[in-house]
């Protein structure tokens, strides 16, 4: 139900009316002018049980394909349109707009300020991820960002992560709950739409590192200084080599995420297959080579090697850690 209707060629928000002036509105004889902004039908002033001063349809409409709102969603709806407005945008709620290729849109609380359009959403009922991403581009389309509140329990169990492109925040509204909370933040909605409009919450990436373990050594063979990679981690995942043959694996996933010239230029052995060297399991060929002579390290040595390290706290290890990519990545508030 809109928090807005028309009266005689002005726009009425509910939101901006005190408690008397709602109830003067309600007795006046110019309450038969009002008008529904979503189908020009005559409006009738209400007030919810949770207390949200809105308007609904005198009767209903045939023609109109406004869906009924809970009172929750008027609640929140109002706790936004208030906190926009009160950051120094002009806020209409139920805006009305068009997309460069001709689609219609409805917002729950279009707020403008100059050029910029902003659309403030509240979604309760149950929505799927795809219809979200279909409304966000339509909103894209029609140069108005959009941000989406939801209820916490909006997912289930099949939350998506955070996205850059589609800004979803969980709001714990709870029935007849008067301050209702963005989860995450842990900020009264309205402060939080508050500090959205003012540009203090942004989207920050996440590189994705990938860090190779290795031991510090010498080469047997050729007696420079050299690193033997055993292990990864990447996040707050990891994994390194825990038997002989075990080392094949662990090996040859390193080369496949990071490459050799990675490797070279850390200074850590670059990992090749020697099928027949002695000291390496019999079906498991990747070992590591010395970057100076060339020399392989047999995977039975390179496991001696890194059990006596863990018995010595890894004294002698080191890491090199190369960027593969971006996470999702989060929003942060910045007050
Ligand atoms: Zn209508
Ligand atoms: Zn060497």
């Avoid at 509140?149 to 992560?161: E, I, L, M, R």
Wanted: include cysteine; aromatic fraction near 10%.
């Amino acid at each position: 139900m809109p928090l807005r209707a028309d009266l005689e060629g002005e726009s009425l928000q509910s939101f901006r009316m005190s408690g008397v002036e709602w109830d003067v509105l309600k007795k006046s004889n110019r309450r038969v002018l009002l008008k529904m902004p979503c189908c020009g039908e005559r409006a009738i002033a209400k007030t919810s049980r949770l207390g949200t001063q809105y308007f609904s349809h005198y009767r209903k409409s045939e023609s109109c394909d406004f869906e009924p709102e809970s009172k929750e969603h008027l609640l929140l709806k109002e706790v936004v349109a208030v906190a926009a407005s009160q950051s120094g945008w002009e806020v209409i709620t139920e805006g009305r707009g068009e997309s460069s290729d001709g689609q219609q849109w409805r917002a729950d609380v279009l707020c403008k300020k100059n050029k910029a359009f902003v659309a403030l959403e509240v979604q309760l009922s149950k929505q799927n991820l795809e219809e979200f991403k279909v409304r966000q581009d339509r909103y894209k389309r029609s140069a108005v960002r959009a941000a989406w509140f939801v209820g916490k329990s909006q997912f289930h169990h099949s939350k998506p992560s955070p996205s850059k492109d589609l800004p979803i925040f969980y709001v714990d509204w709870e029935s007849g709950c008067t301050n209702p909370q963005v989860i995450d933040f842990e900020m009264p909605l309205a402060d939080f739409v508050k500090a959205l409009l003012s540009g203090m919450i942004s989207w920050k990436d996440e590189p994705e590192e990938y860090k190779v373990l290795f031991l510090k050594d010498t080469c047997w063979k050729c007696g420079n200084p050299v690193n033997l990679p055993y292990g990864y981690s990447i996040g707050v995942y990891g994994d390194n080599i825990k038997t002989v043959p075990h080392c094949d694996a662990i090996l040859s996933e390193i080369r496949k995420i990071v490459g050799n010239d990675f490797l070279r230029e850390n200074g850590v052995n670059t990992i090749h297959s020697h099928p027949r060297l002695k000291g390496n399991a019999p079906n498991f060929p990747n070992c590591c080579v010395c970057i100076h002579c060339g020399t392989p390290e047999a995977n039975c040595y390179l496991y001696e090697k890194y059990v006596a390290s863990c018995k010595c706290g890894y004294a002698n290890s080191g890491s090199a850690t190369k960027i593969i990519g971006r996470c999702e990545g989060r929003w942060e508030v910045e007050l």
